[in-house]
């Protein structure tokens, strides 16, 4: 008679299988997907990956330690984005950013937080109003400490934050697809002293706003603050077609 085995085991046992309560749960990880789609957006919003320019595929597999199709299926979700161009046969290079693609994008976002701001001041927690308040006074501090990029992650993580306390992930998820084109026209934009500090005065004007719950106030403060950010980015972008032009 030959020994059960462990399949045999399992399935003809009566007990059922009791999980360990102290068996610690495992961490949820991104994906390589993911992960890919995250490191690439990030090249491309801070310029390593320049506009116009033939994404090199080769170079950036072995740069992020991946084959060809987490790589090819990262650039389609980029492409949904807006940062990246699929051309048939040709690969794939970065989308250029005009003044067109400002004007079309920043009212639209400027209306999905205008209404995240409105649902967030009547569902934030006590927990998530703290931890917007946190972020702030990091933010402030970056500014004070003239610190730009750090200044800017907290500025986009407050942001994101608004969105989740509205509660609404059909909201959450049209914010995301225009995201990373907005964050893209940030960078390019020059954050001028007078801009920066006016920047930072909006940020106070929305936490007094959460903090009252003042629903219809915070609307109209988000979507002036990304009009001023919208009229910005488009100096920017004008700039560098007048050099171009005249180069």
Known sequence: MTAPTDLELVTTTDQPVEADADRPEPVARPSLHEEAVGR??????????????????????ERLGISRTPLREALKVLAIEGLVELNLNRGATIARLTVADVDEVFPVMGAIEALSGELACARI???????????????????????LPQYFALNQQIHQCIQEAAGNPTLSSVYRSLTGRIRRARYLANMTPKRWSQAVS????????????????????????????CETVKEALMAEEDIAETG
């Open 202 to 229: 909006e940020h106070e004007a929305i936490l007094k706003a959460l903090e009252d719950r003042d629903g219809s106030r915070l609307a109209r403060i988000l979507r002036e603050h990304l009009h001023n950010k």
């Open 40 to 61: 690439l957006r990030d090249m491309i919003v801070q310029g390593t990956l320049a506009p116009g320019s033939r994404v090199p595929e080769r170079v950036l597999c």
């Open 125 to 147: 927690t006590e927990e998530q109003l703290a931890e917007i308040r946190a972020l702030h006074y990091q933010m402030v501090l970056h500014y004070h400490r003239q610190e």
